[in-house]
């Protein structure tokens, strides 16, 4: 069983900036993703990393402004968010998958959940 641990999050201003963290328990290296939820809505592919971190994936609207990475000595992987909009408010959360390869943005692909971080953008 992996368990994943994040943190990071917090309130930041409008046009400003977080770095989450999520680290895995364990030796086991697996492609990992980052997810948020807005209260009363479905939860939303961020952005995915393969195990390399040779494959990504973001969704439209974070492309050019969050980073996804990973350093696997260390089992954690990270999501850098900058130029932040109050649109961005919502809770992050990582999730690691043993069932797929590579870098998926499908909620349904990953079985291992973190338990969530807040960001907060606000003016």
């Known amino acids: 069983q992996v368990q994943l641990v994040e943190s990071g999050g917090g309130l930041v201003q409008i046009g400003g900036s977080l770095r989450l963290s999520c680290t895995a328990s364990g030796r086991t290296v697996l492609p990992m993703g980052w997810f948020r939820q807005v209260l009363g809505k479905d939860r939303e592919s961020v952005a995915a990393?393969?195990?390399?971190?040779?494959?990504?994936y973001y969704a439209d609207s974070v492309k050019g402004r969050f980073t996804v990475s990973r350093d696997n000595a260390e089992n954690t992987a990270y999501l850098q968010m900058n130029s932040l909009k109050p649109e961005d408010t919502a809770v992050y959360y990582c999730a690691a998958t043993g069932r797929v390869s590579g870098a998926s943005p499908f909620e349904k692909d990953y079985n291992y959940w973190g338990q969530g971080t807040q960001v907060t953008v606000s003016s």
């Open positions: 990393i393969s195990r390399s971190g040779g494959r990504t």
